[in-house]
Nanobody
Framework: QVQLVESGGGLVQTGGSLRLSCAAS????????MAWFRQAPGKEREFVAA????????SHADSVKGRFTISSDNAKNTVYLQMNSLKPEDPAVYYC????????????????WGQGTQVAVSS
């Protein structure tokens, strides 16, 4: 099993920045890729960004390209999501996910999920 714990959410003003962290524990050697998803009230969970185990390959949703950056620290088994230039459409619960499969954008690919961290943006 793999356990994921997110942190770093909060309330920021439009245009502000936040950095989310996701610490993995347990059978981390089985993880092939990790990702961030988000879910706003009344909406489906959507892909935000993903990174492969080595950190050399990343993918970002078009809606966050140029503003959000996913990165990893393999020594700490931690993945980060640096969020800059936050917009009114970014608020959601942000979830960290881990997969034993190659990196992808579909939630079913990820078998392990954190509890989520809330991000709110004020105008």
């Amino acid at each position: 099993q793999v356990q994921l714990v997110e942190s770093g959410g909060g309330l920021v003003q439009t245009g502000g920045s936040l950095r989310l962290s996701c610490a993995a524990s347990g059978r981390t050697f089985s993880i092939y890729a990790m990702a961030w998803f988000r879910q706003a009230p009344g909406k489906e969970r959507e892909f935000v960004a993903a990174i492969n185990r080595g950190g050399g390959l990343t993918s970002h949703a078009d809606s966050v390209k140029g503003r959000f950056t996913i990165s990893s620290d393999n020594a700490k088994n931690t993945v980060y999501l640096q969020m800059n230039s936050l917009k009114p459409e970014d608020p959601a619960v942000y979830y960290c996910a881990a997969s034993i499969l190659p990196m992808g954008t579909a939630p079913p690919l990820y078998g392990y999920w954190g509890q989520g961290t809330q991000v709110a943006v004020s105008s």
